[in-house]
């Protein structure tokens, strides 16, 4: 599988943005995906996970309750929809991929060098 994020930008503090990350290929639905996130100078973490199915979800800390992640199997894409955006929330934001693993709190804890699929990364910057 190929993946393509898009839907960057730049959004006031308090704003909101709705990734999308979209998967070539006819076995996404065999990939529990993935959010990741990467700040100047810092390195690249995790933001949020979801199953195959889209029935299980995992979250960072410092995103939980503000971005929801989900998936349309049938339109191969995984999204992000991020509300109420801070200042420290801006980064190149990917989406990352893995049939390897059974659950979204595997991909939360698995080291990222051994990830499966990367896709290319969006820019988010939340301004003052």
């Known amino acids: 599988v190929q993946l393509q994020a898009f839907g960057g930008g730049l959004v006031q503090a308090g704003g909101s943005l709705r990734l999308s990350c979209s998967a070539s290929?006819?076995?996404?639905?065999?990939?529990?995906m993935g959010w990741f996130r990467q700040a100047p100078g810092k390195e690249r973490e995790f933001a949020a996970a979801?199953?195959?199915?889209?029935?299980?979800?995992n979250y960072a800390d410092s995103v939980k309750g503000r971005f929801t992640i989900s998936r349309d199997n049938a339109k191969n894409t995984v999204y992000l929809q991020m509300n109420s955006l801070k200042p420290e929330d801006t980064a190149d934001y990917y989406c990352?991929?893995?049939?390897?693993?059974?659950?979204?709190?595997?991909?939360?804890?698995?080291?990222?060098?051994?990830?499966?699929?990367w896709g290319q990364g969006t820019q988010v910057t939340v301004s003052q």
């Open positions: 290929g006819r076995t996404f639905g065999s990939y529990v």
């Open positions: 979801i199953s195959r199915s889209g029935r299980g979800t």
């Open positions: 990352a991929a893995d049939s390897r693993i059974a659950t979204s709190q595997a991909m939360g804890v698995m080291d990222r060098r051994y990830l499966e699929v």
